[in-house]
């Protein structure tokens, strides 16, 4: 984008003392055109006519939860840059709306410099993020700090008809092994996946991909 083009830029937040705080430190910069929306409706309608170079997009709103939106909004218009902006500070949020093509993250406990670094870099098609935004990101979760577990065949198969329900007399009947096996291959998983019991075992399963 050249030093001359104009930036159409919305701002979609359902606080309106953000808007204006947002709009005033925005007026600082002659290239940028905003426009502001209190909910996500609102702001699809607007796209449907108007074309949109980055969105500051808050995750709280009244009739949609910002990563859903910013779906909505990358389908809808694939070339437009999504910034979160938020006081949501969870990681597994922040990770979510940018697999769902967020362009970066902004706490709004950002400073006005950082905002406009970021809006500038978003633009550039960087992944941009505020300070502290960027020290969550960079700090995995405990559950990535922990190895994925490798799994034989059998222990596939046994952690399959666990989540399905079944009862360790079912499975083995239908794997032919004693009932003392099918425990056995139980105990070893939940130890292979540090879970404390089989809820907890079905869960982490899930996050690694193996059901």
């Not at 006519?49 to 389908?75: R, T």
């Not at 979160?84 to 922040?94: C, H, P, V």
Request: hydrophobic fraction near 45%.
């Amino acid at each position: 984008m050249s030093d001359t083009s104009k930036i159409i830029l919305a701002i979609v937040d359902d606080h309106p003392i953000v808007i204006e705080g947002l709009k005033t430190l925005l007026k600082s910069n002659l290239r940028i055109t905003a426009f502001s929306f209190t909910n996500g409706e609102s702001f699809i309608n607007f796209l449907e006519s108007n074309e949109v170079d980055i969105v500051l997009l808050d995750i709280m709103l009244p009739d949609y939860h910002g990563i859903e939106l910013c779906k909505i909004i990358k389908k809808k218009t694939p070339e437009t840059v999504i910034l979160g902006l938020s006081n949501q500070a969870e990681r597994s949020i922040m990770m979510q709306l940018l697999q769902n093509g967020a362009g970066g993250y902004v706490l709004k406990n950002a400073d006005a410099n950082e905002l406009l670094n970021c809006i500038s870099e978003a633009l550039e098609g960087k992944l941009a993020f505020s300070k502290e935004a960027k020290e969550i990101i960079m700090k995995p979760s405990q559950n990535e700090w922990k190895a994925i577990p490798t799994l034989t065949k059998r222990e596939k198969q046994i952690l399959q008809k666990i989540a399905n329900g079944e009862t360790t007399v079912t499975i083995a009947d239908e794997l032919f092994v004693s009932p003392l096996t099918v425990e056995t291959h139980r105990r070893n998983l939940l130890q292979k996946f540090g879970a404390k019991n089989v809820a907890e075992l079905i869960k982490m399963a899930v996050e690694y991909k193996f059901l």
